[in-house]
């Protein structure tokens, strides 16, 4: 449970920060339209307030000239009847404007803003108001180029690409040490696995090699007692005593093979004929469970492969199958050329093997056999690997 809170605690604060900065960002960014459209049209109301002061007083309009600025792409004033009083292009002077946009303003006497188009294909932002002159009422139109609004919302478009990309890169970053970090814990698990196997093995190995001789003897008394007695509870006691010390000395040889160093060079095998001492070696043991073998290896096949090592693992699956299998049932054994590489399988007719045994395959002295070792597998894997 703690581990889980650890784990979980990072993560959360994680999301938190991210959605909470994530808001910020996009708030920021949507926030940014309408505070450069405010600019503009502060900008606008500017320049339009004190060109108006100056008609108003009756100044000669060439002057409304000194009031341009850089932001502004061009500036008029329109009169009742649609021609240009004033434009900062002098040539347009007088003639009539040749839309009818200011209608509406000079109808209204209000404001309108609207981006237009101009002729050099440039997108502006364009301010109308009305104005009053010698007890007439007229338009003036001022058009503004859009940089402060495009830089804000491009200031704007970059810090929240900013954000996103911190973020990406921390999600990146932290997944990677998560990764990391999971990754050495599973190391570190895995070497003290290895470590706790090789001292058992140790142990085993040492134990192993103690027990067998004394094993050895109480297996050759119990077959000179089983042979001298006559048929009765004792010599039943004596068959007993010698079925379990041959239990006991195939656990030790399995400890044994499992814990010491195997050496099984490569060589030319016939796989055929592997098989066939694979099933002599098993036939009793076949015959007294009720159990056929079905064999189905092709004469003609060979490999390059460890053959005592083989024949192990062939023991191995083939008393697994014989274990698991139902009176009368079949344990086949096939084997087929797949490329450059030959495919062995065992079969048997039994239940199979439950989901939640399946990740403990291979793990020593795992089973689910009353009598089982749990070793039979984990032989099976590590000649696997040789």
């Known amino acids: 449970m703690r581990r889980l809170v650890l784990v979980l605690l990072p993560i959360l604060v994680a999301l938190v920060l991210t959605g909470g900065l994530s808001w910020f960002a996009v708030r920021n960014f949507r926030a940014a339209t309408p505070l450069a459209e405010e600019n503009l049209r502060g900008l606008a109301m500017t320049v339009s307030g004190g060109m108006e002061e100056l008609v108003l007083r009756g100044v000669a309009l060439d002057t409304l000239n000194s009031l341009m600025s850089p932001e502004v792409a061009y500036s008029a004033l329109i009169g009742a009847d649609g021609k240009y009083l004033f434009h900062t292009n002098g040539v347009l002077i007088g003639t009539p404007a040749p839309d009818a946009r200011y209608r509406p303003v000079l109808r209204s ?10 002729g050099t294909g440039e997108i502006v932002y364009e301010f109308q108001s009305h104005f009053h002159r010698d007890g007439k009422i007229g338009v003036l139109r001022l058009a503004l180029h859009t940089w402060r609004a495009e830089t804000v919302m491009r200031q704007a478009r970059q810090g929240m690409i900013t954000i996103f990309s911190l973020l990406g890169f921390s999600w990146l970053l932290g997944l990677g ?54 048929l009765g509870k004792e010599r039943d006691f004596a068959g007993l005593i010698v ?54 290896v092709p004469p003609e096949l060979q490999a390059v492969c460890p053959a005592e090592g083989l024949r192990r693992v062939l023991v191995n699956l083939m008393n697994n199958g014989l274990q698991a299998s139902p009176t009368g049932g079949v344990v086949s054994l096939a084997a087929r050329r797949i490329g450059k590489q030959i495919e062995l399988t065992v079969a048997d007719q039994g239940e199979g093997i439950a989901q939640e045994m399946r990740p403990e395959l ?25």
């Open 243 to 296: 079925s379990e010390a041959k239990h006991l000395e195939s656990l030790v040889d399995d400890i044994l093979l499992y814990t010491r160093p195997m050496q099984n060079p490569l060589v030319a095998t016939d796989l055929a004929a592997l098989a066939e001492d694979v099933q002599a070696l098993l036939s009793s043991q076949f015959a007294d469970a009720g159990v056929r073998v079905q064999c189905d």
């Open 177 to 230: 040490v998560f990764w990391l970090l999971r990754r050495q814990s599973q190391q570190l698990r895995l070497s003290e696995r290895q470590l706790e196997l090789a001292r058992l093995g140790e142990v085993g190995a040492v134990l192993a090699h103690e027990v067998r001789n004394p094993l050895a003897g109480i297996k050759g008394y119990g077959q000179l007692l089983e042979e001298r007695l006559v």
């Open 109 to 118: 006497e209000t404001f309108s803003e609207a981006r237009i188009r101009l």
């Open 362 to 386: 291979f793990k020593p002295f795992q089973t689910s056999k009353a009598r089982g070792s749990g070793l039979g597998l984990a032989i099976c894997k590590k000649i696997k690997w040789l």
